[in-house]
């Protein structure tokens, strides 16, 4: 398992954006398949986007044309830009890494960072 950290959330207004960041206590280029979700009060853990080898990346329907999910490995961050933020989106947000080179499920869970939009 590897260590993450999210940061980046916090309150807005609808249609404004947010960046969340997840930092990674290991190289990010041997994880190479990492994703965003979130739960919001009352609901299912939901996927948000992942990113699959650094490259391909897949988005909940929600959320499609709004945000982006992407990797710096110099830094070993993991990015989700959100835009065009919208009261729905108010939740706790979790990044997720799978095992080294993509073996196995979701194994490592950050903390969590809370994104609240107001209307």
């Known amino acids: 398992q590897v260590q993450l950290v999210e940061s980046g959330g916090g309150s807005v207004h609808a249609g404004g954006s947010l960046r969340l960041s997840c930092s990674a206590a290991?190289?990010?280029?041997?994880?190479?398949?990492m994703g965003w979700f979130r739960r919001a009060p009352g609901k299912e853990r939901e996927g948000v986007a992942e990113?699959?080898?650094?490259?391909?990346?897949s988005y909940a329907d929600s959320v499609k044309g709004r945000f982006t999910i992407s990797q710096n490995d110099a830094k070993n961050i993991l990015y989700l830009q959100m835009n065009s933020l919208k009261p729905e989106d108010t939740a706790m947000y979790y990044c997720?890494?799978?095992?080294?080179?993509?073996?196995?499920?979701?194994?490592?869970w950050g903390q969590g960072t809370q994104v609240t939009v107001s209307s």
């Open positions: 290991v190289p990010t280029f041997l994880y190479r398949c």
């Open positions: 990113i699959d080898n650094g490259v391909s990346t």
């Open positions: 997720a890494a799978k095992g080294p080179f993509c073996s196995g499920g979701y194994s490592s």
